[in-house]
């Protein structure tokens, strides 16, 4: 008999090696352990940056702080985990910025689709005093925002047909898909308009939601895609990269408050190159997830401009109704910063 081996998938792209871990060591103020919970898998950016925060501490503190990481929502949901945050009950977690408008309403400025057309930009919104502004203002809601980081570009994937078209969502006489979102009325707006039944769900039940055909897609980017193998029940993939989202890596206040000024330097400086490092992980990921998701049998439709114009123009009603109620100056801050990254 022969033995025929399958090809196997590499589980990572060639990834950078995070930064060499440098500065100070901080002094001896107690040992703690941190708790944190994230959405993703152990092979996302998510996860592997969140490994190098631990490690940051864990080496400038003599191994006095600790940051044990649970993937795969296993301490729950990311509004749980908030919950949990501002309760005391978790120490860290590591959201999208979506589900944290309840917050900080002012995030929603980023579910608005397509006002960030490429990583630079987006990357020098993250890095502008309006989205520190954005981090301040969590100040006495019971948890401390860190930084921002890449969750990325979502692309549309679902299990009935190929989308190329706004027309192939909301499905005319077929019918529109039923998709998954996150708990964010921007988000459900945009798909409501696209002619879609939008069903905001927690991620972690979403795979299991679509296995039984209880949606007939979600929205993600192509690391989420791959990591948590959601091409196992999802045929058709399409570029859509409507909106892009950011990640927040937090901490609950009550952990912050515990810590000696001299860890909480130390966790703040860790939390910015952990998020710088995640963001280089995810612009790795990208297109490599894509392209692996192809070879592992999904159907991918990358759109032309004109296809993605076409959703531009459809999805306007999403600004007519959101950008009064998030501020049409703070949607034309960020206008600017964008601008400024296109004319360089
Ligand atoms: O840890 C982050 C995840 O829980 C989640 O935010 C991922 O984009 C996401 C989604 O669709 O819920």
Redesign the pocket.
């Known amino acids: 008999a022969t033995l025929t081996l399958g090809m196997a998938h590499a589980q990572t792209p060639d990834l950078s090696e995070p930064p060499a871990i440098d500065g100070e060591m901080v002094g001896d103020h107690g040992s703690h352990t941190i708790r944190m919970g994230?959405?993703?898998a152990e092979t996302s950016p998510?996860y592997l940056s969140s490994q190098y925060f631990a490690d940051i501490l864990a080496e400038r503190s003599d191994g006095r702080l600790t940051v044990n990481v649970f993937p795969n929502?296993q301490l729950g949901?990311?509004v749980q985990m908030m919950e949990m945050m501002q309760t005391g009950t978790l120490d860290m977690s590591?959201?999208?910025s979506s589900p944290a408008t309840t917050y900080v309403p002012e995030l929603a400025a980023f579910d608005l689709p397509f006002l960030l057309p490429t990583r630079e930009a987006a990357v020098a919104v993250m890095n502008s005093d309006v989205a520190q502004g954005m981090l301040d203002a969590f100040d006495g809601s019971g948890i401390k925002a860190l930084a921002f980081s890449e969750?990325g570009y979502r692309q549309l994937s679902n299990s009935v047909r190929p989308v190329e078209t706004p027309e192939d969502v909301g499905g005319l006489d077929m019918g529109g898909l039923t998709i998954r979102t996150?708990e964010n009325p921007v988000h459900l707006s945009i798909w409501e308009t696209l002619g879609a039944n939008p069903t905001p769900m927690a991620?972690g039940e979403l795979f299991s939601a679509m296995e039984q055909g209880v949606v007939d897609g979600q929205e993600?980017p192509w690391s989420?895609i791959l990591t948590s193998n959601f091409h196992e029940v999802q045929e058709y993939g399409s570029e859509t990269r409507h909106v892009y989202?950011p990640?927040i890596l937090m901490m609950s206040e009550r952990t912050w408050d515990d810590l000696h000024p001299e860890y909480q330097e130390l966790v703040q400086e860790a939390a910015r190159k952990s998020a710088a490092y995640e963001i280089q992980l995810a612009t790795e990921y990208d297109d490599w997830a894509r392209n692996q998701l192809e070879e592992r049998g999904m159907q991918i439709t990358r759109l032309n401009d004109e296809q993605i114009a076409a959703f531009q123009e459809a999805v306007q009603p999403v600004y007519d109704e959101w950008a009064p109620e998030i501020g049409e100056d703070l949607i034309a801050d960020i206008r600017e910063i964008v601008d400024e990254t296109m004319n360089d």
């Open positions: 994230i959405g993703l998510q929502s949901d990311d590591y959201p999208s969750n996150m991620f993600n989420t989202t990640f």
